[in-house]
């Protein structure tokens, strides 16, 4: 009857296992069964994570790239506006100098009789030219000033006297004058082929003005925008000294 009861105990663990030993585990498979689903849950977490990495890594790659050129674009923006604004600098430095220059001509001129000069259609560029050649700076101006207020706003002449006028002042010494006119004829005429001369002057000007940062500035530009112009080339020799 002991055995008996063995016998059933033994098949009814064996009904319980799901028949024969066929659908029975152990423990120890039970827990490799679960570590094995736990590191499923795992790898499939991990790749969640790795794609939404992947995800944000390139959304800044993206952003990186749009704040070098946020970055690029403000520098050169912030560039050209400190530019500009030394460029008025400049010239209002000039106009003020000028303008000093000019009372102080207009004083004088007050105390001499000024030399007479034709105020007829004969006053010409070729008259103004000429005086300028012979080194009668003073007639010359006043003649070229007569010619300029007769002169088409933009013509060739207009051109001819306005960088002429600079030439005189520079000669007669009047710098801060020849610097302000030079910078008038770059300002009119941006592409002439005379624009390395004047750009050249006023370098000078300032020079002799003693404004030697000023005067650097220029010559740095001149070599920078006309390298292989002989005033480029000028202007490399200048700033070396």
């Known amino acids: 009857m002991r055995n008996l009861n063995k016998k059933n105990l033994v098949v009814l663990s064996l009904v319980i296992c799901g028949g024969f030993l066929s659908g029975c585990k152990t423990k120890g498979e039970i827990r490799r069964e679960q570590e094995m689903e736990r590191l499923k849950t795992e790898v499939k977490e991990a790749r969640d994570l790795k794609a939404d990495v992947d995800t944000t890594v390139e959304e800044l790659k ?59 259609s004969a006053v010409s560029y070729e008259q103004g030219k000429l005086l300028y050649d012979e080194g009668k700076f003073e007639e010359a101006l006043e003649v070229l000033r007569e010619v300029e207020k007769r002169s088409s706003k933009n013509s060739e002449q207009a051109k001819k006297v306005n960088f002429l006028i600079g030439e005189v002042l520079f000669s007669s010494k009047e710098y801060a004058s020849a610097a302000l006119e030079f910078a008038q ?41 006309y390298p292989s112009h002989p005033m480029g080339q000028r202007a490399k020799n200048d700033i070396k000294k």
């Open 62 to 120: 993206t952003e990186v790239a749009r704040l070098k050129s946020v970055n690029e674009e403000q520098t050169e923006s912030h560039r050209s506006i400190a530019e500009d604004l030394r460029n008025q600098v400049l010239t209002l430095q000039t106009r003020i100098q000028a303008l000093e220059q000019r009372a102080v001509a207009e004083e004088l001129a007050l105390k001499q009789p000024s030399p007479s000069v034709e105020s007829n």
């Open 185 to 225: 004829f770059r300002k009119k005429y941006p592409k002439d082929s005379l624009v390395p001369t004047a750009i050249y002057r006023q370098a000078w000007a300032f020079k002799h003005l003693g404004q030697q940062k000023e005067s650097r500035l220029f010559f740095q530009d001149l070599i920078e925008r």
